[in-house]
T-cell receptor, first 109, second 117 residues
Framework: GQNIDQPTEMTATEGAIVQINCTYQ??????LFWYQQHAGEAPTFLSY??LDGLEEKGRFSSFLSRSKGYSYLLLKELQMKDSASYLC??????????WGAGTKLIIKP | GAVVSQHPSWVICKSGTSVKIECRSL??????MFWYRQFPKQSLMLMAT?????????EQGVEKDKFLINHASLTLSTLTVTSAHPEDSSFYIC?????????????FGQGTRLTVV
């Protein structure tokens, strides 16, 4: 079956760095997405990786290793507004998004 | 990025009534729209895939007669929750894919919080 695993919850301190991991097993692979979702709101797109390596976008970076079925989202210089759920999703061979359960990130002052 | 507008943002309805949720792509044509449901503290659950001009494809366990989907144009899809019950209370989110070639992201609407009383 298809499976996306990510930690349920993480806690970090304002100004610090946090890495949220995601491992996946899917039928085919057409890219991995990271989304941010604040409570009561729809997800917003953060990043897309289809090739191995690191993609940097401001304070956020996303890494992919296809051979390991592994990705991480790296958040630097954490701000209180970064408190949210972070969803990992993989696009399978049918171009359908398979969603992880999300990681709730709690930022403490 | 592309904009997807979902309406209403929230709705409260009585048990047994029907509720229609609209999903519009504002600046692009979407041949495919997706409808998700999200219960508190859970991830998105795909309900159905809506293709313009054809019948929607429903995921296993989703009642097609209860959740009516119409994708009448390249910019509009609607989800109607018929004979709503309290257990249908949830956050419903639509997303749309641009028809112009392969897209790298699905664009999401703002979501609709449905409460059935």
């Amino acid at each position: 079956g298809q499976n996306i695993d990510q930690p349920t919850e993480m806690t970090a301190t304002e100004g610090a760095i946090v890495q949220i991991n995601c491992t996946y097993q899917t039928s085919g692979f057409n890219g991995l997405f990271w989304y941010q979702q604040h409570a009561g709101e729809a997800p917003t797109f953060l990043s897309y990786n289809v090739l191995d390596g690191l993609e940097e976008k401001g304070r956020f970076s996303s890494f992919l290793s296809r051979s390991k079925g592994y990705s991480y989202l790296l958040l630097k210089e954490l701000q209180m507004k970064d408190s949210a759920s972070y969803l990992c999703a993989v696009m399978d061979s049918n171009y359908q998004l398979i969603w992880g359960a999300g990681t709730k990130l709690i930022i403490k002052p | 990025g592309a904009v997807v507008s979902q309406h209403p943002s929230w709705v409260i309805c009585k048990s047994g009534t029907s509720v229609k949720i609209e999903c519009r792509s504002l600046d692009f044509q979407a041949t495919t729209m997706f409808w998700y449901r999200q219960f508190p503290k859970q991830s998105l659950m795909l309900m159905a895939t809506s293709n313009e001009g054809s019948k929607a494809t429903y995921e296993q366990g989703v009642e097609k007669d209860k959740f009516l989907i119409n994708h009448a144009s390249l910019t509009l899809s609607t989800l109607t929750v018929t004979s709503a019950h309290p257990e249908d209370s949830s956050f419903y989110i639509c997303s749309a894919k641009d028809r112009e070639g392969f897209t790298t992201e699905a664009f999401f609407g703002q979501g609709t919080r449905l409460t059935v009383v």
